[in-house]
């Protein structure tokens, strides 16, 4: 191979990495409230549906458990970010160590290499400390915070390469 074919092979394979997307992806969602992760005051029935166009999710009351109800909300998600707003109702989210909303997309590996809140965007308090993740799960804590026709949430995520399941 000459040295012009060798460069070009170099140069072709430097290009830039493609980011992983959660399009087409897999993903459940489910409200929880814990103290204890292993004993949840309330765990809402999970909806799966593979992400696309428009609104992923529009949850609604479930009926009292435990003595907590699910606040409506709803959950687009796009190629690399995660938005929730409350257009019904207001109130302020039940006070526990966790009390949120938990994203699980399908697949065997660590699907998020990162994370961060929109601030611009965001009008609940939601801190740093308030998001994590876990493999191919995305956890959103509202513990305590008020919520109403005008707030919402957005999270920039650093989405992996991950094959889809």
């Known amino acids: 191979m000459s040295r012009l074919a060798a460069a ?3 140069v072709a394979c430097a290009g830039p990495v493609s980011a992983g997307t959660l399009e087409g992806r897999l993903v459940t969602f ?15 029935r999970g909806k799966t549906v ?5 609104v992923e999710f529009g949850l609604g009351p479930e009926g009292l458990s435990g003595g907590l109800e699910v606040v409506p909300v709803e959950v687009q998600i796009g190629p690399q970010r995660v938005e929730l707003s409350y257009p019904k109702g207001q109130g302020q989210f039940y006070t526990a160590a966790f009390n949120g909303y938990v ?5 065997d590996c660590a699907l998020f290499a990162g994370w961060k809140l929109d601030a611009d965007f965001t009008t609940l308090p939601v801190t740093d400390a308030d998001i994590f993740t876990d493999k191919g799960a995305l956890y959103i804590n509202v513990s305590g915070m008020g919520y109403g026709p005008s707030a ?8 992996t390469d991950c094959p889809l399941s």
């Open 50 to 54: 593979t992400v696309g166009e428009g």
């Open 30 to 44: 489910t409200v929880m409230t814990w103290d204890d992760p292993a004993q949840p005051f309330l765990q809402a």
């Open 103 to 107: 994203l699980r997309f399908e697949t």
């Open 8 to 10: 070009l092979v170099v």
């Open 152 to 159: 919402r949430l957005a999270v920039d995520l650093d989405v």
